[in-house]
């Protein structure tokens, strides 16, 4: 009888913390999951050179966009510098991801390979949840689809985008 209550008593805690949302620290994503996400296959951007820009879903490329409202502060500067990291180690998954940069992106990362300046877009802007927050740049990551999926409030710690990346990446 005690080997039935052990048993049963500890399906029954599983069930309980599965049903309840609980999540073990290491399977919790450290940006902001986006529900509904955020449709922006009709908003087709276009890159700073005038082409439009194509999801192109089979390529099965992730996409991290920036979307700074004028010119770049010390800030917007680091978070660029930090992104470029982030992407080199992704290693052998670099070429699955791109870096969107609405705007004109700073010096320091324009010979990034995965960098993809886009033409500005007050649209496309205001179509991204929280883009104009008082503590500075969000970073949104973007679904092979053209899906916004998940928002990393500015500030936070990088290392949770490449980790969440990582997971998105194994998805293929």
């Given at each position: ?15 309980v913390l ?23 296959r009709q ?121 969440d990346m ?7």
């Amino acid at each position: 009888m005690l080997l039935f209550a052990v048993f049963f008593g500890a399906v029954a805690l599983a069930a309980v913390l599965r049903f309840s949302g609980w999540q073990p620290t290491g399977h919790r994503n450290a940006g902001q999951l986006l529900k509904p996400p955020v449709d922006l296959r009709q908003q087709a951007p276009t890159l700073a050179s005038g082409q439009p820009y194509p999801w192109n879903p089979e390529a099965r490329t992730w996409r991290l966009l920036v979307a700074p409202a004028g010119a770049c502060d010390a800030q917007c500067v680091t978070l660029s510098q930090g992104l470029g990291k982030v992407w080199q180690l992704f290693g052998h998954n670099a070429d699955n991801v791109e870096i969107l940069w609405l705007g004109t992106p700073p010096a320091s990362i324009a010979s990034l390979p995965a960098l993809r300046p886009l033409a500005p877009s007050p649209a496309l802007r205001a179509a991204l949840p929280g883009v104009d927050d008082p503590a500075g740049l969000p970073v949104y990551v973007i679904d092979p689809n053209g899906f916004v999926i998940m928002r990393h409030a500015p500030g936070s710690d990088l290392g949770g985008l490449r980790k969440d990346m990582a997971t998105l990446l194994k998805l293929k």
